[in-house]
């Protein structure tokens, strides 16, 4: 059963703090994404990579950093938290090509006070 | 640039109703269209795509054709489920945006006995 597994389903941190979220794929997929949810707003880009090292800002970067050190595993870190950034974390990847799937993990949900 | 827009929800229906969740985009070029599902607790995955114009994808009872010139790509169901309360967006991937996938913001479907 192919997976993207996220590190932590639930995770309360302080404002100013600074906060890791990862993600590893078994699928040995090239690109890997990292989307916010929040409601009436839907998903959210903040940072993808297409290869190891590689990595493009999506559409909400700020406040946001990601590291790619393996094919399998995304990191995206919150360099100093913030209240505004409580939201649901979305890690998914697929392999290249506009019509493959896009494989999900199951959330973070993040709480920052 | 790319741009999705789904029919705002929630939307109640009750068990054997007809389903129609309206999707529109914008994009440059010949996108791939999909509908995504995500039930309570976990993350996205895919129910069904469509790579061109006219096709038709259908997965679990559910419908979706690509009309290039309604730039359209609405989700039907002929009799839901209640096991089919979710939230369905819409997304599109573009050949030309290294694979990125564009999402509406969602439309929550609440299926009542």
């Known amino acids: 059963d192919v997976k993207v597994t996220q590190s932590s389903r639930y995770l309360v941190k302080r404002t100013g703090e600074k906060v890791f979220l990862e993600c590893v794929q078994d699928m040995d997929h090239e690109n890997m994404f990292w989307y916010r949810q929040d409601p009436g707003l839907g998903l959210r880009l903040i940072y993808f990579s297409y290869d190891v090292k590689m990595k493009e800002k999506g559409d909400i970067p700020e406040g946001y950093s990601v590291s790619r050190e393996k094919k399998e595993r995304f990191s995206l870190i919150l360099e100093s938290a913030s209240t505004n950034q409580t939201s649901m974390y979305l890690c998914?990847?697929?392999?290249?090509?506009?019509?493959?799937?896009?494989?999900f993990g199951q959330g973070t949900r993040l709480t920052v006070v | 640039g790319n741009s999705v827009t789904q029919m705002e929800g929630p939307v109640t229906l009750s068990e054997e109703a007809f389903l129609t969740i309206n999707c529109t985009y914008t994009?440059?070029?010949?996108?791939?269209l999909f509908w995504y599902v995500q039930y309570p607790g976990e993350g996205l995955q895919l129910l069904l795509k469509?790579?061109?114009?006219?096709d038709k994808g259908s997965n679990k009872g559910f419908e979706a054709t690509y009309r290039k010139e309604t730039t359209s790509f609405h989700l039907e169901k002929g009799s839901v489920q209640v096991s089919d309360s979710a939230v369905y967006f819409c997304a599109l991937s573009d050949r030309g945006t290294a694979s990125k996938l564009t999402f509406g913001t969602g439309t929550r479907l609440q299926v009542t006995l």
């Open positions: 994009a440059t070029g010949y996108p791939s």
């Open positions: 998914a990847s697929r392999s290249t090509g506009a019509d493959t799937e896009a494989f």
């Open positions: 469509a790579t061109k114009a006219d």
